[in-house]
């Protein structure tokens, strides 16, 4: 499917072709998918590396060999989906013009540095976090204008969270982002439209999960735990 889209969105571009909001919504959707089967890969060979610290090197060493595969993996996928936004969604007419569609590819520019900085260390790691920061904040900039239940909206703020929190470390700010979007709509959720009224909902219940586990006293007797942030979905296609 990333196959086909890839050249979809850039035939388009080359031709000058109009995408509709349902193949935006594919393009993002493939990559979701194929760079969320890297993360989960990451996080389970990650908490396996740990588990032999310091005891059988040999286990260790395969491990850390398959982390290293699996995370090279996970870059080339964001790179490619970067590279893609930046020349060939970013810079059309129809995008730009579209306020939703514009904050909804920045946001998701904003992801895919976020998830290179997950696996990153050292330059790397500083690249692509100072990346999204900029992505973020130019979404979260635009998106002001929008109704506080927006799912666009909610959509960022809730990513935009997690990248606080998990990211940059500035749990405050994750908590204080979280709970003020989680608010607003509340406020709000009289006058939400009945079209976007699931998508809302939704990004508003992991608005609420996200804030309950990070104000939580932690477990230490599980591992650490995997926040939750927003499947790529376009809320402009509801069919």
């Not at 993996?73 to 964001?78: A, M, R, T, V």
């Not at 790179?79 to 013009?97: F, G, P, Q, S, W």
């Not at 104000?215 to 499947?231: F, N, R």
Request: aromatic share 10%; proline share 3%.
């Amino acid at each position: 499917m990333v196959k086909y889209m890839k050249e979809a969105i850039k035939m388009a571009h080359e031709y000058d072709i109009l995408l509709d909001q349902k193949a935006h919504n594919l393009f993002s959707i493939a990559y979701k998918n194929l760079a969320g089967a890297r993360r989960a890969s990451w996080r389970v060979l990650s908490a396996e590396k740990n588990k032999y610290e310091g005891k059988e090197s040999w286990k260790q060493e395969i491990i850390e060999s398959h982390l290293a595969e699996v995370e090279k993996e996970l870059c080339d996928i964001c790179v490619e989906a970067i590279d893609i936004i930046n020349k060939c969604i970013l810079t059309k007419d129809d995008v730009k013009n579209n306020k939703e569609s514009n904050i909804f590819f920045l946001k998701m520019k904003g992801d895919y540095y976020r998830y290179k900085a997950e696996v990153e260390r050292d330059d790397a790691l500083k690249k692509s976090t100072e990346e999204a920061q900029r992505s973020y904040d130019e979404a979260y900039k635009e998106a002001m204008v929008l109704p506080t239940t927006s799912p666009v909206r909610l959509g960022l703020a809730l990513n935009f969270s997690v990248f606080y929190y998990e990211i940059l470390k500035k749990h405050d700010e994750a908590c204080k982002l979280a709970k003020s979007s989680f608010d607003d709509a509340i406020a709000e959720l009289e006058h939400l439209s009945e079209d976007h009224y699931k998508d809302s909902t939704l990004i508003m219940q992991l608005l609420r999960d996200n804030l309950t586990l990070w104000t939580s006293p932690p477990d230490k007797t599980q591992d650490d735990p995997e926040y939750e942030d927003e499947e790529t979905k376009n809320p402009e296609d509801n069919e």
